[in-house]
């Protein structure tokens, strides 16, 4: 059902998921554990699959909460669950016990952040656009204003599409690589002309690098590649159909131990 990360799960005050696309009630296209509350799935069997998802976490179906995402770089602060509308933004950072931050992707970058030591955690959702413009770097900044230490944060990168099966055109690379020449090294020649593959994992891991956080870790797992375990939004744009799933990537601090 889901995806554990050694270098988070070490920390006892400290419950995360990589959630995969396995135990859920959905059906067709959105099989099985779909989270995304933006889909066209049935909002009744999206609302239990999140259920199931907060069962795993220990935390109340409530407190499994996320943020409208709109590829941006803006992170919020969060204190309690939302009592209405979901705030739009990328990120999230919380020092609240049975709170979990959820992120939904669907082959975008699910980045989840701690800091054991002060007990602040954090999550972003880092596609192209929001890891270029400061995704990461803006939900580091708001664990740092909870009282987290940069030096002392661990990040992991879960599930998303690998270099392998992200083919980008020319004028993607060049926003890249105008922004920094440095970034080519995420780009290799694509067998049709015109176009490359991007490294969008390896881009990820060098801004988390580069910010000075004190550990970065990636599960290693493309999600366009393992169909019976992750939907994918490029796989099903190649496939032509009308919608695709989410997975649900969340973390939380565990009341018992603070």
């Given amino acids: 059902m889901y995806v554990e990360a050694p270098e988070l799960a070490a ?3 400290i419950r995360h998921a990589f959630f995969t696309r396995e135990g859920g009630v959905s059906e067709g ?5 779909n989270g995304g509350l933006g889909s066209s799935d049935d909002p009744g069997k999206v609302r239990e699959n999140r259920r199931r998802m907060a069962a795993e976490l220990e935390v109340a179906p409530e407190a499994l909460i996320s943020v409208h995402q709109v590829h941006s770089a803006d992170a919020v602060t969060v204190e309690a669950p ?3 509308q979901r705030p739009k933004a990328d990120g999230m950072a919380t020092a609240v016990p049975g709170i979990a931050l959820g992120v ?3 082959d975008c ?3 989840l952040f701690a800091d054991p030591h002060v007990n602040v955690v954090g999550a972003a959702h880092a596609g192209w656009r929001g890891a270029l413009t400061g995704i990461l770097e803006s939900t580091l900044e708001a664990m740092e204003r909870l009282g987290a230490r940069r030096d002392r944060i661990v990040a992991v990168l879960g599930p998303t599409i690998s270099q392998d099966a992200y083919e980008v055109g020319a004028d993607l690379k060049a926003t890249f690589t105008g922004h920094d020449p440095a970034n080519e090294d995420f780009f290799r020649p694509s067998e049709r002309a015109g176009h490359a593959m991007f490294d969008l994992p390896g881009y990820i891991g060098r801004r988390l690098e580069r910010a000075g956080i004190g550990e970065f870790a990636n599960v290693g797992l493309c999600t366009y590649t393992h169909e019976d375990r992750f939907f994918s939004y490029r796989r099903t744009t ?6 695709y799933g989410r997975m649900i990537s969340a973390i939380t601090l565990i009341p018992s131990y603070l």
């Fill in 29 to 33: 296209l959105y099989a099985s554990l």
């Fill in 82 to 84: 939302w009592s209405g």
């Fill in 109 to 111: 970058g699910p980045v």
């Fill in 11 to 13: 920390y006892p005050n």
């Fill in 238 to 243: 190649h496939r032509g159909e009308p919608d």
């Fill in 104 to 106: 939904t992707t669907a």
